[in-house]
């Protein structure tokens, strides 16, 4: 865990090399956030995302009961910034010397036992690779007084999927990291992967983050949001396969938070307007889409459209979009017990 707070980076930064989307849901969300200023809904406050900044801070419970999803919020419209994070594996075969800059990097992640039961082939995160973030803050020391936030008390699992708004982009990354108490209680903190996605490998490092008040972490409580051992490619050996394999189920997650970012029900209206036919507006029955993964529940993407899908064969391996015949550049696109052969995923004929 980043327990120092590193010099930051601020303004907004160069565009990532791999840019997400931001769907209008999540958008309006986020813009409706910030317009309102501040958290109505506490679940804990008294925390800080700046060094010598103010203690502003809550993980925000305002969109618990309908959206199911707990947030970080300031005061006047902030939000947070991106401090960088490389615990877990030292000295990874992936470095580019960018995490040495780090003055307090620990040899191992929160979550490091969970991660060796899944039996994945890896001992740890790594802050190249996986993104994570680091979320809750935990008296692991014993300070007295210090203020503390468990995300297991609201349903929020360890090694869970967390959306990330930053630069005009989301991204997903998982809880593999928690917040001690050998320093302020900060909040605003991800992987080297996550911020090099976010802002571009020449603009962070483990002593440069992003400091602008304008990151938005979104937690989803409940056990679907759990990628576990055969959900997401944690022996990938760049940060871009990792994060794709995160996409689609990330993609499900977001599809809880209506499109107004608050008031009435996503399925129902507050005015004159229509009532959006289905949880994530604008990916209802009918509208445009190139995968199952633009389309809200229940629909599929039918020719080109979201519809009810009659044929829809069975899933057939364990990280789908990622099956035989799926395009590819290297093995790490492919789920097992495929590899990448000119462009596609496929049985090996060597293996």
């Known amino acids: 865990m980043h327990l120092a707070r590193a010099a930051l980076v601020s303004g907004l930064l160069a565009g990532s090399s791999y840019a997400g989307s931001i769907p209008a849901n999540v958008k309006s969300f986020y813009d409706s956030v910030k317009s309102k200023g501040s958290c109505s809904n506490p679940l804990k406050s008294g925390f800080y995302a700046l060094d010598g900044g103010s203690k502003d801070f809550s993980y925000c ?4 009961a309908d959206y199911n999803v707990v947030y970080i919020q300031g005061k006047n419209g902030q939000l947070a910034d991106m401090d960088i994070d490389c615990d877990g594996i030292i000295n990874s075969p992936y470095s ?27 001992k740890d995160v790594d802050s190249y690779i996986h993104s994570y973030v680091v979320f809750g803050n935990y008296a692991d020391e014993g300070t007295s007084g210090y203020t503390t936030f468990h995300p297991t008390d609201y349903g929020i699992e360890p ?17 593999a990291d928690q917040n001690g108490d050998d320093g302020p209680p900060m ?38 949001a759990v990628p576990g051992a055969k959900g997401a490619n944690w022996k990938a050996s760049t940060a871009k396969a990792f994060q794709d394999s995160l996409t ?15 008031g009435p029900s996503p399925t129902t209206t507050g005015g004159s307007g229509p009532a959006p036919t289905c949880a994530w507006a604008g990916h209802c029955e009918g509208a445009s889409c190139s995968t199952n993964d633009d389309c809200s529940d ?6 080109g459209k979201c519809a009810t899908d009659t044929g829809a064969p069975p899933a057939t391996c364990d990280w789908e979009g990622h099956c035989e015949g799926a395009s590819c550049s290297s093995n790490d696109d492919c789920s097992d017990p495929w590899a990448c052969i000119s462009g596609k995923c496929a049985v090996d004929p060597e293996a």
């Open 187 to 224: 909040v605003g903190e991800s992987s080297l992967a996550i911020a090099t996605l976010c802002f571009g490998k020449d603009s962070v490092d483990g002593d440069h983050g992003y400091s602008d008040l304008d990151v938005m972490y979104i937690a989803f409580p409940g056990s679907d």
């Open 96 to 122: 580019d010397g960018r995490c040495e800059a780090s003055q307090d990097t620990q040899p191992q992640s929160s979550y490091i036992d969970e991660i060796a039961r899944y039996n994945v082939g890896i």
């Open 61 to 64: 419970g305002d969109h618990m």
């Open 248 to 262: 689609a189920q990330g993609n499900k997650l977001v599809q809880r938070i209506g499109s107004t970012g608050g």
């Open 159 to 175: 090694l869970s999927i967390i959306a990330v708004v930053c630069n005009n982009q989301l991204f997903y990354g998982v809880w």
């Open 298 to 303: 229940p629909w599929a993407c039918v020719n």
